[in-house]
């Protein structure tokens, strides 16, 4: 939320203004509460995160337990396996999510499935609960479960139509193209250095060879860098807005399929600089020594 401030002194202050005074005003942040209303002595209500065994107990609660398809008559026999499971992806995966329950029932029910299937056809009993783990937890529980938790499933209906013939075709097309250029290049502003921008984004040959030589040395021993931690671990950094625009720029030159039709063509860069080194490069490539050709003009158009 920007200018946060103003808007809250304005919400002070509204009563003021309104023609009655019985309104209320709810502001729910995630973070700590502005001086703005700490100072004037606003009602605040603290909600603390939730702790693993609470996560634990919501994730296991009756709820879920329906939306996790037990509700039929086999219910009973499920339920303390399902309890058992919900505990284990607490605590599997809580170290990365917090105690965001919606992301962690995400990856429950994505899960369940393919967890509880052996126990469906008579494999296994529903009471030898760490046999079934240690036999799939390297099957089903990968990084794709936690990268993938957020994402929505577009799915569409197996009946025979032309309608859904032509559905399926284009599922999991959830955004427009712009769009996705937009969210990757949020993610490459907030977690690449800007140091290195012109390593992963300038198409200057020399400039790529020069900072890939100096990455190349060898680090300090007992030295961690930023890109050595796995990335889920970092927080998002803030990033300029114009520094957004150039990576969207970049990757709109290298995915659009009209400026890529003709990209052999100098007019098609866009920066006045790779224009000028193309145009040499073109005419390092065309300067040939024969009898019918001019050397003194040559040198003179090369240099």
């Known amino acids: 939320m920007e200018a ?5 002194a304005g919400l002070l202050r509204l009563h003021e203004q309104a023609p009655f005074n019985d309104i209320t005003v709810v502001v729910i942040t995630t973070s700590e ?15 603390r995160p939730y702790t693993q065994d609470e996560v634990t107990a919501i994730l296991q609660g009756k709820q879920f337990v329906e939306e996790a398809k037990l509700s039929d008559g086999r219910a009973e026999n499920y339920l303390e396996f399902w309890n058992q499971f919900a505990k284990m992806v607490v605590d599997l995966f809580f170290s990365y999510t917090g105690s965001d329950v919606s992301t962690l029932l995400d990856i429950a029910l994505k899960s369940w499935p393919k967890f509880i299937a052996p126990v469906v056809e008579g ?17 089903i529980f990968t990084d794709e479960v936690l990268t993938n938790s957020a994402i929505k499933d577009f799915s569409v209906d197996n009946n025979d139509n032309d309608d859904n013939d032509i559905a399926r075709q284009y599922q999991g097309s959830d ?14 502003a907030s977690f690449i250095d800007p140091k290195n921008d012109l390593h992963y984004f300038s198409k200057l040959k020399a400039v790529r060879g020069n900072l890939l030589r100096k990455n190349s040395k060898v680090k300090k021993l007992l030295t961690v860098a930023k890109e050595d931690i796995d990335t889920r671990l970092l927080q998002p950094n803030f990033f300029e807005l114009e520094r957004l625009y150039a990576i ?10 009209l400026l890529n039709k ?19 490069e073109t005419e390092h490539a065309m300067f040939t020594l024969s009898r019918n050709v001019d050397l003194n003009s040559q040198l003179a158009t090369h240099f």
């Open 4 to 8: 946060h401030t103003d808007l809250l």
């Open 33 to 47: 509460p502005p001086s703005e209303v700490v100072t004037h002595g606003v009602p605040t209500i603290y909600f």
């Open 123 to 139: 494999k296994y009993p529903a009471t030898d609960f760490l046999r079934v783990y240690r036999d799939l937890k390297d099957v």
């Open 175 to 188: 955004l427009p193209v712009h769009s996705k250029f937009l969210l990757i290049a949020s993610y490459l």
């Open 248 to 257: 969207v720029s970049v990757i709109y030159r290298n995915e659009s399929k």
């Open 262 to 280: 003709f990209n052999d063509k100098p007019q098609f860069i866009e920066d006045l600089s790779e224009r000028e080194i193309h145009r040499r």
